[in-house]
């Protein structure tokens, strides 16, 4: 074995205890990491405080910040700093994906047209004068935030900001939110290796998720069978209705079914939901231990109706795509799980299969309504 040099050594004598943060990402690692050297200044990490070899994430101080990088911080320069990292790939990298979710500028504001990155959605338009000051700032003051490693504040911060946009019924700007906080849980997910999903691995993820799901909604445990529907039709025509159904949160395609909408004309996706839930419990099949339906209250209602008119007493909600809101029977308001909760995870997963469930039957149908008819 090869002896250690002199600084390994030295090292080893002077640690007195190894720990370890876990953290979601790489994303989040590098950023850590950054922040630790910058904190701590470590004995043996010299190499990672000098200026001139590793990159440095830069935000300067103007009326529209540019956010730049540079391999030198300039201590008489009023910039914000962030670094040094010791990876200026993976910098350059973390930027890309940081400016799909943040939009910044590397431009100048009141120019003549619009910059190429404008184009390309990675400028929010400071160059042609398309976002105020204040709305500016606000996205770098996240953007600053998560550099600092506070992504749990960042994303408080946003779903705040959507409720607000949401109250204010404009839509757009929500929208947009709620595109950064998916944007944020994707880029911050952790990156598990093939090898990781084990058979086991799944199974404990799938038993925390009904768990989840049943002390949020105050459920039963045995949360077995739950079935999701979702309507698709173009302005009623080829309407359609899907039932997926997960054993145990696991898919089980065998127990799907899909429906074309008989009763139902013009744009009516409550009375659609309404046939195929009388349609559905009309066959005998086995009983779902909770319910999920696509949409807003009046989905959920027409849904209700047909279970009280049939005797059921089965659990059920309902989920609306625009704000992630999960309506539930006898409650005024809709509740708003947080981002990284379990339950909701199970939720949209369902209510995801059976959207894609629904569209690939309509567009099916749609497909046979224009071939060409045979000589």
Request: proline share 4%; glycine share 4%; hydrophobic share 35%.
């Amino acid at each position: 074995m090869k002896d250690k040099s002199d600084k390994e050594k030295t090292l080893s004598e002077e640690t007195v205890a190894v720990g370890a943060i876990a953290v979601d990402s790489e994303i989040e690692a590098l950023i850590l990491e950054a922040n630790l050297i910058k904190k701590y200044q470590p004995k043996f990490n010299s190499s990672l405080k000098d200026d001139k070899d590793y990159l440095y994430i830069k935000i300067t101080n103007e009326l529209f910040p540019k956010v730049l990088t540079a391999r030198k911080r300039d201590l008489k320069d009023s910039s914000s700093f962030f670094g040094p990292f010791p990876s200026a790939n993976k910098v350059r990298s973390t930027l890309k994906l940081l400016r799909r979710i943040f939009p910044y500028s590397t431009c100048g504001p009141n120019q003549k047209k619009a910059c190429l990155y404008y184009h390309l959605g990675l400028c929010p338009g400071v160059c042609t004068g398309q976002i105020s000051e204040s709305d500016y700032k606000n996205n770098i003051k996240n953007l600053t935030l998560f550099l600092q490693g506070r992504k749990r504040q960042v994303l408080e911060t946003l779903e705040k900001q959507l409720a607000v946009y949401s109250k204010k019924l404009e839509f757009e700007k929500a929208e947009q939110i709620k595109k950064n906080i998916e944007a944020i849980s994707y880029v911050t997910k952790p990156q598990r290796l093939l090898f990781d999903y084990t058979e086991e691995s799944v199974e404990k993820v799938r038993r925390e998720e009904l768990q989840s799901l049943a002390s949020t909604l105050g459920l039963k445990s045995n949360l077995d069978r739950i079935e999701g529907y979702d309507i698709s039709n173009i302005s009623g025509k080829q309407a359609v209705g899907s039932m997926v159904v997960f054993t145990k949160a696991a898919s089980d395609r065998d127990e799907y079914r899909r429906f074309k909408i008989r009763t139902v004309e013009g744009i009516n996706d409550p009375a659609m939901m309404a046939e195929v839930l009388r349609r559905r419990f009309a066959n005998d099949w086995p009983s779902p231990d909770f319910i999920i339906v696509d949409g807003g209250k009046t989905q959920l209602n027409a849904a209700l109706g047909v279970l009280k008119s049939l005797g059921l007493k089965i659990p059920i909600i309902g989920l609306a795509k625009r704000f992630e809101e999960i309506y539930v029977p006898n409650k005024a308001r809709p509740i708003k799980l947080r981002y990284d909760s379990s339950a909701l995870k199970l939720i949209q997963r369902l209510r995801d299969e059976a959207h894609r469930f629904a569209i690939t039957y309509h567009r099916k149908l749609r497909s046979k309504e224009f071939l060409p008819a045979r000589a």
